[in-house]
């Protein structure tokens, strides 16, 4: 860990924290740089750093009616138990189908958790007074002033690789400064624990 990311976690340490987490950014991240964060060593450093509160984790899963591979099915849902057995609290919605093309042959899967995510932040404030944020999009940048307001703290948590330039004035902590946190490299998935 580098010595900036030492000094937030002395100014922020033992405060009572709430964690917010992205699981649609956080996804595509780790798919990007190729590596994958361990949830169950990331709860441990949040508990040996703050008075973690609670950790929700806000997740897209496909519907029933949904046709995909049994197998692709039943992997999404193991995942969702091992983070349940971690810890987190999951807030699941269905994912939406988004056609990219006319004749709606491809699509990408989407689910996006921005405003419910800020809704809660607010509905919790009054049991916490440290806001981890788990996630690069820069649609939570402006949150900033306004916990300040309320004389709440805030933490961003995410890649360097895709963190908006917004993130860069806040008080951030990247993964890639959190080698204690990454995936046993024996492990090849974030579904082998």
């Not at 963190?163 to 004035?169: D, G, H, I, K």
């Not at 008080?171 to 890639?176: L, P, V, Y």
Request: hydrophobic content about 40%; some cysteine.
């Amino acid at each position: 860990m580098n010595k900036k990311a030492e000094r937030i976690l002395r100014k922020y340490k033992n405060k009572r924290a709430g964690i917010f987490i992205d699981d649609a950014n956080m996804f595509h991240s780790q798919r990007r740089v190729g590596w994958f964060i361990d949830w169950r060593k990331f709860k441990k450093f949040l508990e040996e750093n703050f008075k973690v509160q609670f950790i929700r984790y806000y997740r897209g899963v496909y519907s029933k009616n949904e046709k995909i591979p049994k197998k692709i099915r039943e992997n999404h849902q193991r995942y969702g138990q091992i983070l349940k057995r971690i810890g987190f609290e999951i807030v699941i919605r269905s994912l939406k189908k988004i056609y990219i093309d006319k004749r709606k042959t491809k699509f990408l899967y989407k689910c996006d958790f921005d405003a419910e995510i800020g809704f809660d932040i607010a509905t919790y404030l009054k049991k916490i007074n440290l806001i981890i944020l788990v996630s690069g999009d820069s649609d939570f940048a402006s949150l900033s002033d306004k916990l300040r307001e309320k004389r709440k703290n805030f933490l961003i948590v995410c890649f360097r690789f895709n963190a908006p330039w917004e993130f860069y004035r806040l008080s951030h902590i990247f993964f890639e400064e959190l080698e204690e946190v990454r995936l046993d490299k024996n492990k090849k998935t974030p579904l082998a624990g």
